[in-house]
């Protein structure tokens, strides 16, 4: 599988709406780096709820993957 866009709102540490585009990484190999805590899991998180309705890892239910710094408006959502 070659991912090419990935949306989510309010999932995990992102509180805001933003999208990953791939695209421009797509004739080789890449790497998702960053600080503890910055979202690296939960990017692969939002690609298995996406696909499958469920996260990686079983201790963490999608209910838990709302991002606690989300305003109560904005809506929760992978795509």
């Known amino acids: 599988m070659k991912p090419i866009r990935l949306c989510l709102a ?3 540490p992102f509180a ?9 990484y797509q ?7 960053g600080d ?18 469920d996260t990686t890892q079983s201790e963490r239910d999608a209910g838990q993957m709302r991002s ?4 109560p408006d904005t ?3 992978v795509e």
Not at 44 to 49: E, R, S
Not at 68 to 71: E, K, N, V, Y
């Open 36 to 53: 503890t805590g910055s979202g690296k899991t939960t990017i692969f998180d939002a690609f298995m709820f996406a696909l499958y309705g």
């Open 75 to 77: 809506k929760t959502y």
């Open 27 to 33: 004739n080789g190999l890449f790497l998702i780096s």
């Open 68 to 71: 606690d710094f989300a305003s």
């Open 16 to 24: 805001d709406e933003i999208e990953i585009d791939f695209q421009p």
């Open 10 to 12: 309010a999932f995990g």
